[in-house]
C-alpha cells in the first residue's frame, strides 16, 4: 500500500525559502508520477508541480514557475519541493501525491491516486 508522509512545513518570512520532502513506501515507484498540491481555507486543491518517478522529467504551474522546483531522490524514496522568495499567497497547506503512470501533465487533484496528510505553510511577519 502506497504510503506519503510530508516533512519540512512551517512558518517563514515573506521573500525566504523552504524546502518540503515527501517520504514514500509501499512499493517501488518506477511507472508513477509523484506530485505536489496545496489548499487554502475555503479553496480547492491546486495543482503546484509533478515529476515522473522514473525519469525525472517536470512540470510547474505557473504560478510558482521559476520560484519553486519539484525533484526526487529515488535512493531515499523522497521527493522534494524547494520553495523559494515565498509570498504570502503561498500559505496553504501542501499535500504529496501519487499516481501510477509516468506523465506529468495530470493537473486535476482527481485524477491522483495516493495523498499525504499535508504540511503547513504559513507567514510570519
Known amino acids: 500500500q502506497v504510503q506519503l508522509l510530508e516533512f519540512g512545513g512551517g512558518s517563514v518570512q515573506a521573500g525566504r525559502s523552504l524546502r518540503l520532502s515527501c517520504a514514500a513506501s509501499?512499493?517501488?515507484?518506477?511507472?508513477?508520477?509523484m506530485g505536489w498540491f496545496r489548499q487554502g481555507l475555503g479553496k480547492e486543491r491546486e495543482f503546484v508541480a509533478s515529476?515522473?518517478?522514473?525519469?525525472?522529467?517536470?512540470n510547474h504551474a505557473d504560478s510558482v514557475r521559476g520560484r519553486f522546483i519539484i525533484s526526487r531522490d529515488t535512493t531515499k524514496t523522497t521527493m522534494y519541493l524547494q520553495m523559494n522568495r515565498l509570498q504570502p499567497e503561498d500559505t496553504d497547506v501542501y499535500y504529496c501525491?501519487?499516481?501510477?503512470?509516468?506523465?506529468?501533465?495530470?493537473?486535476?487533484?482527481?485524477?491522483?491516486?495516493?495523498w499525504g496528510q499535508g504540511t503547513q505553510v504559513t507567514f510570519s511577519s
Open positions: 501525491a501519487a499516481r501510477p503512470g509516468a506523465v506529468v501533465d495530470r493537473t486535476q487533484s482527481a485524477e491522483w491516486d495516493y
Open positions: 509501499g512499493r517501488t515507484f518506477n511507472g508513477y508520477a
Open positions: 515529476i515522473r518517478w522514473a525519469s525525472g522529467s517536470t
